[in-house]
């Protein structure tokens, strides 16, 4: 039975996955080894809560239940010896989350399923890193993780059969809609989702329309949420370009090939809301 899950990063992606998870009653340990991203990440997630209340979707003992679910720290040993899930949700880098998998699966009880949120990394070579590949597997949500229905159950090569069904269970607790998809480069969603966020950004490079207006052709046009420029500046269009240079080397199709203008915003510091501009203006949210 699941009741204690731990996520190692409190980044976007980690502070969102913490809030679901305690929402939806589990014990949460948010850890990171930034005191400063801890301490945004309980303001992102009471900001999230505070706009549910406000909206109806959360009453008050909601909030205070969910807050009181969860334990910051930058200490794993403090968290992980009762973990019996563990989300990895550290920045999108092989050599990071290997050395964050081997740390963490050397404190978890052997009984722990253990994840990474990777995006597009390889299941199968983060595998090799552990001793007990078999309870590994990717667990990919998506941004903003409160909002988004779909996770990816992203199965290994070595990931067992019973791993992928608790892990199945575990997302549909969530109130989630998990797909399990085979360890491929960019899985289902990146590599789809990776090819339309670079052939919109060479649009824009190309002057065939504007950002707002290119989103609003997929809005209305394919029915599409939210349009895929606006979708990268809330990934991050740094996240974005380290994932479409991972599909390029890995697939060798020149639709991942990152645009100059990616790389160029990129490199001024636009990086979409986090940083207050990517193809949209967000100082003012």
């Known amino acids: 039975m699941i009741s204690r899950v731990v996520v190692v990063g409190a980044g976007t992606m980690g502070h969102g996955i913490a809030h679901v998870c305690a929402a939806s009653g589990y014990r949460v340990g948010l850890h990171d080894?930034?005191?400063?991203?801890?301490?945004?990440?309980?303001?992102?997630?009471?900001?999230?809560?505070?706009?549910?209340?406000?909206?109806?979707?959360?009453?008050?003992?909601q909030r205070h239940e969910a807050l009181n679910r969860i334990v910051v720290t930058s200490d794993l040993?403090?968290?992980?010896?009762?973990?019996?899930?563990?989300?990895?949700?550290?920045p999108e880098s092989l050599e990071i989350k290997a050395s964050v998998l081997r740390r963490v699966e050397a404190l978890t009880p052997r009984h722990a399923l253990l994840a990474s949120n990777t995006s597009s990394l390889s299941i199968g070579r983060l595998a090799r890193e552990l001793s007990e590949p078999g309870r590994f597997l990717g667990l990919h949500f998506f941004?903003?993780?409160?909002?988004m229905k779909l996770v990816e159950v992203v199965r290994g090569p070595s990931t067992s059969d019973q791993t992928v069904e608790t892990?199945?269970?575990?997302?549909?607790?969530?109130?989630?809609?998990?797909?399990?998809?085979?360890?491929?480069?960019g899985f289902a969603s990146s590599r789809l989702g990776i090819v339309l966020g670079m052939e919109?950004?060479?649009?824009?490079?190309?002057?065939?329309?504007?950002?707002?207006?290119?989103?609003?052709?997929?809005?209305?046009?394919?029915?599409?949420?939210?349009?895929?420029?606006?979708?990268?500046?809330?990934?991050?269009?740094?996240?974005?370009?380290?994932?479409?240079?991972?599909?390029?080397?890995?697939?060798?199709?020149?639709?991942?090939?990152?645009?100059?203008?990616?790389?160029r915003m990129v490199a001024e510091g636009r990086l979409g809301k986090k940083s207050g501009r990517g193809f949209y203006d967000w100082s003012d949210t």
């Not at 040993?77 to 550290?90: M, T």
């Open 77 to 90: 040993e403090r968290v992980l010896p009762e973990a019996d899930v563990v989300i990895e949700a550290v």
């Open 167 to 185: 892990a199945v269970a575990f997302a549909r607790t969530l109130g989630k809609e998990p797909i399990v998809v085979r360890d491929a480069p």
């Open 143 to 147: 941004n903003p993780v409160h909002v």
């Open 200 to 263: 919109a950004i060479r649009m824009v490079e190309q002057g065939v329309a504007s950002p707002e207006d290119i989103d609003r052709a997929m809005e209305l046009g394919y029915r599409h949420p939210m349009g895929p420029l606006k979708l990268t500046d809330l990934v991050g269009l740094d996240v974005r370009l380290g994932i479409a240079e991972y599909l390029h080397e890995t697939l060798g199709s020149e639709a991942f090939r990152p645009p100059e203008l990616l790389r």
């Open 33 to 61: 080894e930034d005191r400063d991203a801890t301490r945004r990440a309980v303001e992102q997630i009471r900001g999230t809560l505070d706009r549910g209340v406000e909206l109806g979707k959360v009453t008050e003992a």
